[in-house]
């Protein structure tokens, strides 16, 4: 018969052994004693204004949820051996072992302490802390020995974090956090390429600690595109200036230990906060705001591009540069996705419309060599955006410094700033290539390095089917454009591809042809485009 014990009034010493309550509750100015061997073993609640004394242990053993009160004393040891798990619902504080047998202690709003020689033993992806408020769990005086903080955000996701202290042994606290969220604690929830959690790591007194993390997480934690083979774990700067947001950059990735679960480990951890594991989202951001218009969709009545391709859904939703030939992708580049919301028939329309995928590269300022690359996505007023289709183009993971940026696309030549641009983390450097022929970079060739569009106005020439740097009516067949378009149309039934997405699509409509009227004739469109010239070829950069 379960039965419960309410210790009232004047001190009481106990030995107690294989004795069992439904209920326990101890009052304030009780002593409360368990001898060493001693087991207290609780099917119901506990609820105690005083520390537990002794050697013994106490044994959660219910056949419901227990819930656990202990108003910030302590429990010398403690067994956790219920499925149907224990509650906080205030402090708690265990001075020697917590042992894990059975089911999960969830934490909500109040934090679980481990004295400084107190271990966890027993823990596993079944059994383990739940911070699935703000509660933390904490160790007492770490140090350089490592303690693994076996904790999730809900009793189905499990993600310790090994830690060490090398430098001030300090009070270090863990909370795992549901979701890697934009601004560290706060914002949005990334969707993809992170694996779905941050840890929340504090210590008791600012300053002095020196960390290594280990973290932890499964291969069901992992969302689209993330990528473990190139990764790590990020602080989350939260100061307010031109050092906030993430942290990671590319020299610190690299591929991640274990095999499901799998681990990263960072080191010399000083500053505390929000950690996560990820890739793009979490790299240190590198902004930068390009505007330029592709000769082939550009539409000089309106002054804006046309967005046939969006209208048609035949813009893909995955970047198209992985698979063309001449597009290496370098740095974070490669995998880049958006969603039909942002580039199908049924995305907002106006001129900030999608027109189509660009390849975005990011050159080192000492000579000039391609240190990354990105997929992005251009709107019809020229706006070059992320493939959320609005957000600045992010260089993830590169440090604030002085860049070249160039753009590219399947079926137009390349340009390329000028001179270095200034990019930081949090201010997005803007660049107008529309606005003057000597906006783009011109060394090594006789033309401009942009076609006139409009009076003032100017934009990347099209025409380039092989992406070879060249838009040429002459020469072998392997490289002559309009000899690549007569196969491409021929190839198919008259009058010819219709509904595509290809790079014979000259005035990017979704059709390719070689007769009808200069509006969709796409080799009237290559001789517009070469006008005079056989040849117009792309600066060397």
Same mark, same amino acid.
């Given at each position: 018969?379960?039965? $419960? ?39 119901? +609640? ?64 109040? +934090? ?87 840890? +929340? ?14 973290? @932890? ?16 774990? $990020? ?29 990263? @480990? ?102 000039? $060599? ?37 753009? =590219? ?36 060739? $006789? ?24 838009? =040429? ?16 149309? #021929? ?13 014979? #699509? ?36």
């Amino acid at each position: 018969m379960h039965k $419960s014990i309410r210790i009232p009034g004047l001190a009481l010493a106990l030995l107690l052994a294989g004795n069992s309550y439904g209920q326990l509750f101890i009052s304030s100015g009780t002593t409360f004693n368990i001898q060493s061997g001693g087991i207290v073993t609780v099917q119901g +609640d506990i609820t105690s204004s005083a520390d537990i004394t002794g050697a013994g242990k106490v044994i959660l053993k219910g056949t419901g949820n227990q819930n656990v009160n202990m108003n910030g004393f302590t429990i010398p040891n403690l067994e956790m051996d219920n499925v149907a798990n224990a509650t906080l619902t205030g402090n708690a504080r265990v001075g020697t072992d917590v042992l894990f047998t059975n089911g999960k202690i969830q934490q909500g709003n109040f +934090d679980f302490v481990l004295a400084p020689t107190a271990t966890v033993t027993g823990a596993s992806a079944s059994k383990f802390f739940v911070t699935n408020g703000t509660g933390r769990l904490t160790k007492a005086g770490l140090g350089a020995t490592a303690f693994t903080y076996p904790v999730g955000n809900s009793t189905t996701t499990y993600n310790p974090v090994s830690i060490s202290n090398s430098g001030t042994s300090d009070d270090i606290s863990v909370r795992c956090l549901a979701n890697v969220l934009s601004a560290g604690a706060t914002g949005t929830a990334f969707t993809k390429e992170v694996a779905d959690a941050s840890w +929340d790591i504090n210590e008791a007194v600012a300053g002095g600690s020196n960390l290594s993390l280990t973290t @932890t997480w499964s291969a069901s934690d992992e969302l689209a595109g993330f990528n473990r083979t190139k990764g790590g774990i $990020s602080y989350y700067i939260p100061t307010a200036g031109a050092t906030q947001g993430w942290d990671l950059l590319n020299s610190q990735t690299g591929a991640a230990a274990g095999a499901d679960p799998y681990t990263y @480990t960072r080191t010399g951890v000083s500053a505390l906060g929000v950690f996560a594991v990820g890739t793009r989202p979490v790299l240190s951001p590198l902004l930068v705001s390009p505007k330029v218009f592709l000769q082939g969709a550009f539409n000089t009545g309106t002054g804006v591009m046309g967005d046939n391709l969006r209208n048609l859904n035949l813009i893909p939703t995955s970047s198209p540069y992985d698979s063309i030939p001449n597009f290496t992708v370098a740095g974070s580049g490669g995998g880049e996705t958006t969603t039909t919301a942002i580039v199908g028939s049924g995305a907002p329309a106006g001129n900030d419309a999608i027109v189509d995928w660009l390849f975005l590269q990011l050159h080192a300022a000492a000579d000039s $060599s391609v240190i990354s690359t990105k997929a992005v996505l251009v709107q019809r007023d020229g706006d070059v955006v992320e493939t959320d289709g609005v957000s600045p183009v992010n260089f993830s993971g590169f440090p604030v410094g002085s860049y070249y940026v160039s753009i =590219r696309h399947r079926n137009h030549l390349g340009v390329r700033t000028i001179s270095n641009l200034a990019l930081a983390k949090t201010t997005a450097a803007p660049y107008n290539f529309t606005t003057a022929v000597t906006q783009a970079f011109n060394l090594g060739v $006789s033309n401009d390095p942009m076609a006139t569009l409009n009076p003032g106005v100017f934009g990347m020439y099209g025409g380039n089917v092989n992406v070879d740097r060249t838009t =040429r009516k002459t020469g072998s067949a392997t490289i002559n454009d309009y000899s690549l378009l007569l196969t491409g149309v #021929d190839a198919a039934a008259a009058p010819g591809p219709t509904a595509v997405y290809r790079r014979e #699509d000259f005035n990017m409509d979704g059709n390719v042809r070689k007769t009808g009227s200069v509006l969709t004739n796409d080799y009237s469109r290559l001789l517009g485009i070469l006008g005079a010239a056989n040849i117009i070829t792309q600066p060397i950069f």
